[in-house]
């Protein structure tokens, strides 16, 4: 209880009123859909506790903490991103983004994620909400680096939350790059807690519009339209 109080406190001194009342909310939903799913995705996994396929990029990585389904849902809806076009979550950790995406309707969504253990975990979460899910929806968790995915011409709308630093988000925006010269396209970048955006304003011709501010978190708009920019 103490505990309780302590962290209520600091919520509402870092926060304010409002943002706080949001992340209770927040957090007592996503309890709840662990406690009817039998899902397993809140607890935090420091990269330390982690083996990763890709070691020379674990230092810049940082560890598996989830989005909230209540700001992602606002996210999705503000970002205008098409449910038709795939959803790709760079680094999907236990897979609360990918079941999210999915129950929100978009047909397609890839998970990916460089770390194994995370990998199985999340697809172990999947098949417990599959029944949840409408017949045609495609989704699935790719153990693999960002860095080094293969994006493809339908692959347009993009989630982020801080996966990396500088130099790992360097090299992702660069393959996302190369993909969207290979095929261009429109895309729908959501990038949540957007400490490294620079980063990515610098490499891609994308536009950002207004931050959506939820709970505990800030998400930023990038998109991408061949025929402006
Ligand atoms: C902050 S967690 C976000 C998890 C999930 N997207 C969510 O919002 O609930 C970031 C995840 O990115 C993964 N990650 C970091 N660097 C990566 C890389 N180069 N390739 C793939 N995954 C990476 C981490 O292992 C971690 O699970």
């Known amino acids: 209880m103490p505990q309780l109080l302590r962290r209520t406190y600091n919520s509402l001194t870092r926060l304010g009123p409002r943002r706080s009342v949001e992340t209770l909310l927040s957090i007592a939903e996503d309890?709840?859909?662990d406690m009817r799913m039998?899902?397993?995705?809140?607890?935090?996994?420091?990269?330390?506790e982690l083996e990763v396929i890709s070691p020379e990029h674990q230092a810049e990585a940082k560890p598996y903490v989830m989005t909230r389904a209540r700001a992602l849902r606002r996210a999705f809806e503000y970002s205008g991103?098409?449910?038709?076009?795939?959803?790709?979550?760079?680094?999907?950790?236990?897979?609360?983004?990918?079941?999210?995406?999915?129950?929100?309707?978009?047909?397609?969504?890839?998970g990916i994620e460089f770390a194994p253990e995370l990998v199985e975990l999340a697809r172990r979460n999947l098949?417990?909400?599959?029944?949840?899910?409408?017949?045609?929806?495609?989704?699935?968790v790719v153990c693999a680096?960002?860095?080094?995915?293969?994006?493809?011409?339908?692959?347009?709308?993009?989630?982020?939350?801080?996966?990396?630093?500088?130099d790992v988000m360097t090299a992702f925006c660069q393959q996302l790059a190369r993909s969207l010269k290979a095929h261009p396209r429109k895309l729908w970048i959501i990038y949540t807690d957007p400490a490294f955006i620079d980063v990515?304003?610098?490499?891609?011709?994308v536009v950002e519009k207004p931050r959506l501010?939820?709970?505990?978190?800030?998400?930023?708009?990038?998109t991408h339209d061949p025929a402006t920019n």
């Open 31 to 33: 309890s709840l859909f």
């Open 38 to 48: 039998g899902t397993d995705t809140t607890a935090r996994i420091p990269q330390a």
């Open 81 to 110: 991103a098409p449910l038709d076009k795939s959803f790709i979550d760079i680094g999907s950790g236990k897979g609360k983004v990918v079941m999210t995406a999915a129950l929100f309707g978009f047909k397609r969504i890839v």
């Open 127 to 140: 098949t417990k909400v599959r029944s949840h899910l409408p017949a045609d929806t495609d989704v699935q």
């Open 145 to 166: 680096d960002a860095t080094r995915y293969d994006y493809g011409p339908d692959d347009c709308v993009f989630f982020l939350y801080n996966p990396f630093g500088a």
């Open 200 to 205: 990515m304003l610098g490499q891609l011709p």
């Open 213 to 222: 501010i939820y709970g505990g978190f800030e998400i930023a708009f990038l």
